[in-house]
Nanobody, 126 residues
Framework: QVQLVESGGGLVQAGGSLRLSCAAS????????MAWFRQSPGKEREFVAA????????YYAGAVKGRFTISRDNAKNTVYLQMNSLKPEDTAVYYC???????????????????WGQGTQVTVSS
């Protein structure tokens, strides 16, 4: 089992920055990929970014590429999402997710992840 706890959400003006953190505990050594997803009211949960255990492989959704950066510190069992140049359309609940086994087609879909955090709200005002 892997437990995930997100933090760092809040209210920010458009153009501002936030850094989300996801602290993992439990069988963290078994995780292959960790990711961030987000969900707005009335919309499906959508992929934001993913990173492998070593940090050498990353994926980004087109809507955030160039603005968001995913990273991890394995010594602290923590994954981060640095969000810059935030836009009102980035407003959502952001969820951290972890997967023990993945293949390329599963790393950007919610069904590919078996462990989830409780989410943290990010609100970007215009």
């Amino acid at each position: 089992q892997v437990q995930l706890v997100e933090s760092g959400g809040g209210l920010v003006q458009a153009g501002g920055s936030l850094r989300l953190s996801c602290a993992a505990s439990g069988r963290t050594f078994s995780t292959d990929f960790m990711a961030w997803f987000r969900q707005s009211p009335g919309k499906e949960r959508e992929f934001v970014a993913a990173i492998n255990w070593s940090g050498g492989i990353t994926y980004y959704a087109g809507a955030v590429k160039g603005r968001f950066t995913i990273s991890r510190d394995n010594a602290k069992n923590t994954v981060y999402l640095q969000m810059n140049s935030l836009k009102p359309e980035d407003t959502a609940v952001y969820y951290c997710a972890a997967a023990e086994r993945t293949f390329p087609g599963s790393r950007s879909v919610a069904a590919g992840y078996g462990y989830w955090g409780q989410g943290t709200q990010v609100t970007v005002s215009s």
